[in-house]
């Protein structure tokens, strides 16, 4: 799988922004492809980001039921289940383009 791929988009939250601004945590939250593992995720993290990352959690998200209320009545469904990565960075390394700069 190509890096590109692997990292979908960034979760942010006020929970991820606090642990990625955290200087003795150092975290940063990707929503990631489904298929892939840790060792793909640092891989891509440090290809796309060009830092080095020490560590990597993986957490599957389950989904969640959701209800709509229309003309015709209620309608049932739920979101779509997703693979949360927690990527730790060593201290004094940061993404750049989570910072602004």
């Excluded at 949360?84 to 910072?99: S, Y």
Aim: glycine letters at 4%; hydrophobic letters at 35%.
């Amino acid at each position: 799988m190509e890096a590109d791929s692997i990292i979908i988009e960034p979760v942010l939250t006020e929970k991820t922004n606090t642990m990625r601004e955290n200087s003795d945590t150092n975290k940063y939250v990707f929503k990631v492809d489904r298929r892939s593992n840790k060792l793909q995720i640092m891989k891509a993290v440090h290809e796309l980001f060009s830092v080095n990352p020490v560590n990597c959690r993986i957490i599957n998200v389950k989904q969640k039921p959701r209800m709509a209320r229309t003309r015709s009545g209620f309608r049932r469904g739920s979101t779509a289940t997703w693979k949360k990565a927690i990527v730790t960075l060593p201290k004094g390394e940061k993404i750049d383009i989570f910072e602004g700069v």
